[in-house]
């Protein structure tokens, strides 16, 4: 994987890699990342597929993934690190891991660092249909804001309606 290319400044992928899973009709796995094949040691099977997805995501950071069964069933879902991981995201050179801001800020005040998943327009009557990767609710859960850029609105994803969650 190409990972320096892939971090903004601040060390966040610009985008996230996507890892393949293809499954055969035995149940056997071939992986690749961004178009490229992964070697593996062993054979991978379906059983092994999310130990391998989850150390990926160790691994890289946030991933995209991708599993297409034999029969052309396709299932989309990210999948990010876990929280102990002792393998962070390579930094750019130079870079500390924590950073100071200066801001706007009231002393103590809570700040929300937001990560962007996805981007809608919202329809005629103010309201924005969208899906949220089951993955990003179960890690992140209540801290899921919804940020209209021009209202300046802010809303908890556990208050919005309609969202599939």
């Known amino acids: 994987m190409k990972r320096a290319s892939n971090l903004d400044a601040s060390g966040v992928p610009i985008?996230?890699?996507?890892?393949?899973?293809?499954?055969?009709?035995?149940?056997?796995?071939?992986?690749?990342?961004?178009?490229?094949?992964?070697?593996?040691?062993?054979?991978?099977?379906?059983?092994?597929?999310?130990?391998?997805?989850?150390?990926?995501a160790d691994r890289y950071g946030p991933i995209r993934v991708v599993i297409v069964e034999a029969d052309g069933e396709t299932y989309v879902d990210i999948e990010t690190p876990r929280e102990d991981t002792a393998n962070p995201l390579p930094r750019p050179r130079g870079e500390s891991a924590s950073q100071r801001t200066k801001g706007p800020f009231q002393p103590d005040e809570d700040v929300l660092v937001a990560v962007v998943v996805d981007r809608r327009t919202s329809g005629p009557n103010g309201s924005v249909a969208l899906r949220v990767p089951p993955v990003i609710t179960q890690r992140y859960g209540g801290a899921v804001y919804l940020l209209g850029r021009t209202s300046h609105a802010v809303v908890p994803l556990t208050e919005a309606e309609g969202v599939d969650r």
């Open 15 to 56: 985008f996230l890699p996507t890892v393949e899973i293809r499954i055969d009709t035995e149940g056997v796995a071939a992986v690749t990342i961004d178009e490229e094949p992964f070697e593996l040691s062993t054979r991978l099977r379906r059983g092994g597929v999310r130990s391998l997805v989850q150390d990926l």
